[in-house]
């Protein structure tokens, strides 16, 4: 038998073992702590978790890929990003996560988003393993034809390390309906099959499943509806605050509107706007998903109900829920606190590890409702798991049938948390709830198949 003390000094060591053996990766190292640290109940309850071996294994990748990715831009001048794919846990199924294309990607930030997704994808209770990948690569001010030519290239490389039973990729942060065409074109040119399970978020046409686009910031919205149901309370009415303006933050809007709250925020990394009317959305899709342009656009086009604040911290914004939809630790302590002061119910991530440990631990402290991002926002994968479902199936579903499938699965990700909380004496605790419960079904299927 092992005490909970005694597991908990276990992971200590290990989580010293972790910093030491990959160094210079402090985002894998916060998501390693974050989720490590509260595993030490349910380690002391079910002494298989004890085996030597399990959770060392858990935290260190199956298969890592780095390689080269030349492309040439319009004027002909060549440049050679670095591209990444990290093949984390097959336990539970295909290694499934999206690919990044942003300046700041680095094998630190792949490895934390990888590990992530172990636990996001088996909350789903759909059959995917983790994984994650991307690039340096930045498409800001590229052209479609640039964007093309790196795709292209990107997938040269990538093809070989994927297939629909093996890894399928997907969109995160600068990648979305655009680049996953082009990866799929070159996927489909180098192997001549039509193989539509290799990559989700395809487009409605052409293998994409309807409510794909819409999927991970519909479902936050839903976690966040379940976690205010917990406290007698529904969106209608509430204020909410959103940061981001891509695709989890867009279609965050567009479902608080339609549960009756409202989002007076919009955000990118040039500031945020707020518009005290609440977001124009078919303004916002307008600048964003079509002209692809910046957030003062709107704030300019808006009239007088917004304004934009260059830099800024949209946290200072006053909000009975807020929705980080942007990146990772965007949400710091100060931003905490004032939130708190001004109130704030719930928060819920849309991004992934948007909040800051020391602002989690505040939020939680002040009893405001927070879920973690591996719940909250798993609605996106769970789609894409839907997907390839279609996919394998050569079907496509009504997108009625898409949300409601979508909502049961956020349904059952936050009853699983909140009971799983309970069961450790952690009642309300959602980032508990969440890592642990991800915890168990990963962990058994590793048990279940041997050393590998
Ligand atoms: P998009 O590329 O569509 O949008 C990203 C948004 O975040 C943009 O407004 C961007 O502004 C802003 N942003 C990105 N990096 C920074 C930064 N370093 N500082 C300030 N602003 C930044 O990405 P998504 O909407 O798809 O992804 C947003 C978050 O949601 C990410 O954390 C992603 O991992 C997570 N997520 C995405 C899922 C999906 O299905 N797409 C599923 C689950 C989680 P700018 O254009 O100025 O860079
Ligand atoms: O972080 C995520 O869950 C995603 N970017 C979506 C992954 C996917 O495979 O749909």
Not at 8 to 31: G, M, V, Y
Not at 385 to 403: F, G, I
Request: negative net charge; aromatic residues 8%; glycine residues 12%.
């Amino acid at each position: 038998m092992t005490t909970r003390s005694e597991s908990r000094t276990a992971l200590d060591h290990l989580l010293s073992e972790i910093e030491h053996r990959n160094p210079a990766q402090p985002e894998f190292h916060q998501a390693a702590h974050e989720v490590l640290e509260t595993l030490a109940p349910v380690i002391a309850a079910r002494p298989e978790y004890a085996e030597p071996g399990l959770v060392e294994r858990l935290v260190e990748p199956e298969r890592q890929v780095i390689f080269r990715v030349p492309w040439q831009d319009d004027q002909g001048r060549v440049h050679v990003n670095r591209g990444f794919r990290v093949e984390f846990n097959s336990a539970l199924g295909p290694y499934k996560g999206g690919l990044r294309f942003h300046p700041s990607v680095n094998l630190g930030v792949i490895k934390f988003l990888g590990f992530e997704q172990i636990f996001k994808n088996a909350l789903t209770g759909l059959g995917i393993g983790g994984g994650k990948g991307g690039s340096d690569f930045d498409p800001h001010g590229r052209s479609d034809a640039e964007v093309m030519r790196f795709c292209q290239s990107f997938m040269t490389e990538l093809y070989r390390h994927i297939g629909e039973h093996t890894d399928v990729p997907a969109g995160d942060i600068g990648v979305g309906g655009r680049e996953i065409g082009y990866l799929f074109g070159q996927y489909r040119r180098i192997t001549n099959r039509w193989e539509a399970g290799v990559l989700t978020g395809k487009g409605a046409g052409w293998g994409g499943s309807l409510i794909r686009p819409e999927a991970t910031g519909y479902g936050n919205v839903l976690f966040a509806a379940a976690m205010m149901r917990e406290r007698g309370e529904d969106l209608e009415g509430q204020t909410a605050v959103v940061s981001g303006s891509g695709n989890v933050a867009i279609y965050t809007i567009e479902k608080l509107a339609a549960l009756g709250a409202n989002a007076v925020t919009c955000s990118d990394s040039s500031g945020y706007v707020v518009d005290e009317k609440g977001i124009d959305l078919d303004l916002l899709k307008q600048i964003k998903e079509v002209e692809r342009g910046r957030v003062d656009v709107y704030a300019e086009r808006r009239g007088s109900s917004a304004r934009f604040v260059p830099g800024g911290s949209v946290w200072d914004v006053p909000a009975d829920l807020v929705l980080p939809s942007a990146t990772q630790n965007e949400l710091d302590e100060n931003a905490a606190a004032t939130l708190i002061r001004n109130g704030v119910k719930a928060v819920s991530e849309g991004a992934n590890m948007p909040t800051t440990p020391e602002a989690v631990h505040l939020l939680q402290q002040a009893g405001v409702a927070f879920g973690p991002g591996k719940a909250a926002n798993a609605g996106g994968v769970a789609v894409s798991a839907l997907e390839m479902a279609q996919n394998h199936a050569r079907t496509s579903w009504t997108a009625a049938r898409v949300e409601e499938e979508l909502t049961h699965i956020m349904n059952d990700i936050h009853t699983t948390c909140h009971e799983t909380a309970e069961r450790y004496d952690a009642p309300g605790d959602y980032v508990t709830g969440a890592n642990i419960a991800g915890f168990e079904r990963v962990a058994d299927a590793m048990l279940a198949q041997g050393v590998i």
